[in-house]
């Protein structure tokens, strides 16, 4: 697969394929990991990856923009069909710059604006005190309930009514729940702000008819491009028409130079395979696996937050079985399953050593594993968790995990010897 990069540089091919053998032998249970396939990472390995286009189809400052501009409005197009949009901007580099460019465009400096907090399930880029977002804005943080673990509404329609907020974040990066974009959208109204729909999480699902569009709904839907939809690494705004132009001027010439027109090829690619019933077949099978994978481990003695999922994550307080959540983790990639450590609501414990773990389901989808397979996945996790670090326990695991997934080819992966 790197004959030319084996020879101009042996020890970044060396590294590639140690990974790529890494995605093909292990579980990827990281929420927002996924395969993207070989025809996508086709088009982000192509020569399009040479051009610079500052600008925007039709209005560019360099020639030579006659194969891009094509490239850039199939994107858009296809952007907009999946998503039912008014207006799409695919020139983010990720899904970070795309809420930035949310806040150029609609605040100033010291205004306020709302988001969930991030140990509650946000986004640092929901206006967290760590991140610019939390620095140049007056940034409000709304909770979860601390019973039930599921969005306090009633606090963020107090928060907003005593804040009035320029901006409202609904979105989330570790909530495994629906949420409600007409309750934000009334509460949005009612205080005079920009609602913001962040789904770089579920925009696969939302594209698969699997979770509630807020397209309709919110004045603007930010999103990376690969998690759940299956894309290279990337961001996309779709917005109203009547925010296009303050859309479009934030991120050029507001916050970026030239766009990443491979990655806009891939995008496309992916917009495209978004599209075929294939894609709802595989979404389908993200979501019914995490509910079946939350249902086994909790018949192991493992506590879900907010008691389950509604989408293609879990969010696992590993501190009921009596262990934290990083040394869970850690122990699971030893045993060829790989998550996340992560924080639960309320959580006594610091960020970097939490009480839980993150579970996702969309990589192991994307292979053709499905909810029929999720008993034997919670086994494993259920052993490795009691085993208590025997490494013995740990190696038996990783070589039935492996032996297992060589019936599950890994998409866009195929090539690549175990």
């Not at 993207?36 to 990856?49: H, I, T």
């Not at 604006?113 to 967290?128: A, I, K, Q, R």
């Not at 901006?167 to 913001?196: C, H, M, Q």
Request: hydrophobic share 40%.
């Amino acid at each position: 697969m790197f004959d030319a990069l084996r020879s101009a540089d042996p020890d970044i091919a060396a590294l590639i394929e140690s990974e790529s053998r890494r995605q093909v032998r292990t579980l990827r249970l990281i929420a927002s990991e996924n395969y993207a396939s070989a025809a996508v990472q086709e088009a982000v390995g192509s020569a399009l990856a040479n051009k610079y286009s500052e600008g925007y189809g039709g209005r560019r400052y360099y020639q030579g923009q006659q194969y891009i501009d094509q490239v850039e409005a199939l994107a858009i197009d296809r952007i907009k069909a999946v998503f039912g949009a008014e207006h799409v901007n695919v020139q983010p580099y990720s899904g970070s710059p795309a809420n930035l460019a949310v806040y150029f465009a609609f605040a100033s400096p010291g205004d306020p604006v709302m988001g969930l907090g991030l140990p509650h399930g946000g986004h640092l880029t929901h206006g967290w005190n760590v991140n610019v977002s939390g620095k140049w804005f007056d940034a409000h943080q709304y909770p979860v309930e601390r019973d039930s673990e599921l969005l306090d509404m009633a606090a963020m329609r107090r928060i907003a009514r005593e804040v009035r907020p320029k901006i409202l974040f609904a979105g989330i990066t570790a909530y495994p729940r629906v949420v409600d974009w007409d309750a934000f959208r009334e509460v949005a109204d009612e205080v005079g702000a920009i609602l913001v729909a962040d789904i770089a999480h579920i925009s696969g699902l939302v594209a698969a008819g699997l979770h509630p569009s807020p397209v309709p709904v919110a004045d603007v839907v930010t999103s990376t491009t690969h998690k759940t939809f299956r894309g290279p690494r990337g961001g996309m705004i779709l917005c109203r028409e009547e925010h296009a132009r303050a859309i479009d001027r934030a991120i050029f010439p507001g916050l970026q130079g030239g766009p990443h027109n491979n990655t806009t090829a891939g995008i496309a690619v992916a917009a495209r395979e978004a599209a075929q019933p294939s894609f709802r077949e595989y979404a389908q099978r993200v979501v019914d696996s995490a509910r079946a994978l939350g249902e086994a481990l909790v018949e192991r003695g493992f506590r879900l937050v907010t008691g389950g999922t509604d989408n293609h994550m879990l969010i696992v307080d590993t501190m009921h079985r009596g262990v934290p959540g990083k040394p869970v983790a850690q122990a699971l990639e030893r045993a060829g399953m790989v998550c996340n450590y992560n924080s639960i609501p309320f959580d006594p414990r610091k960020p970097f050593d939490p009480s839980g773990i993150r579970i996702g389901t969309a990589a192991m989808a994307s292979r053709g594993i499905g909810a029929e397979h999720m008993t034997r996945l919670a086994d494993w996790v259920d052993q490795v968790v009691a085993a208590s670090d025997d490494t013995s326990v740990e190696e038996r695991v990783r070589g039935e995990v492996e032996e297992f997934l060589i019936d599950f080819p890994a998409p866009g992966l195929e090539g690549v010897t175990p």
